[in-house]
């Protein structure tokens, strides 16, 4: 594996089960936009990575080579697997599952939204056309 730090970010970022930037971000303590300078400067702060993720391998870290796991959460990994769940400290795995579900909870509250107001833009305009009618 080469030293792409973006692509690394990634992989832990799959490795904790999130699907998107922002609640990974969230996860690491850091803004949005801190990670997405990260991204594009393919560059990260390896101290603030290692002390959030402790099952990282800080041989890989440093230098993108060998392994992403430490060797004893790959076996608590493969173990956890097949419960569905990776082996991330219970006290921040529901903090994960929480934001995750929040974040598509707002989605789809924001998604209702604009169907009603749209609804409601329809209904005034068919309102108005019916009363220039009379």
Not at 31 to 57: A, E, G, M
Not at 68 to 97: C, H, Q, R, V, Y
Request: negative net charge.
């Amino acid at each position: 594996m080469n030293n792409d730090k973006s692509l690394m970010l990634n992989e832990i970022k799959l490795y904790l089960g999130f699907d998107k930037d922002a609640p990974f971000a969230r996860y690491l303590g850091i803004s949005p936009q801190t990670l997405s300078s990260w991204h594009s400067r393919n560059t990260f702060d390896i101290h603030l990575l290692y002390s959030k993720c402790v099952f990282l391998n800080a041989d890989w870290l440093i230098t993108g080579k060998g392994q992403m796991l430490k060797s004893e959460e790959k076996e608590n990994f493969a173990n956890s697997s097949m419960t569905g769940t990776n082996d991330i400290p219970e006290s921040e795995n529901w903090k994960i599952k929480y934001e995750n579900l929040q974040e598509k909870y707002t989605a789809l509250l924001e998604q209702h939204t604009d169907l009603l107001q749209n609804k409601l833009k329809e209904m005034f305009d068919h309102h108005d056309k019916s009363s220039k009618a009379i």
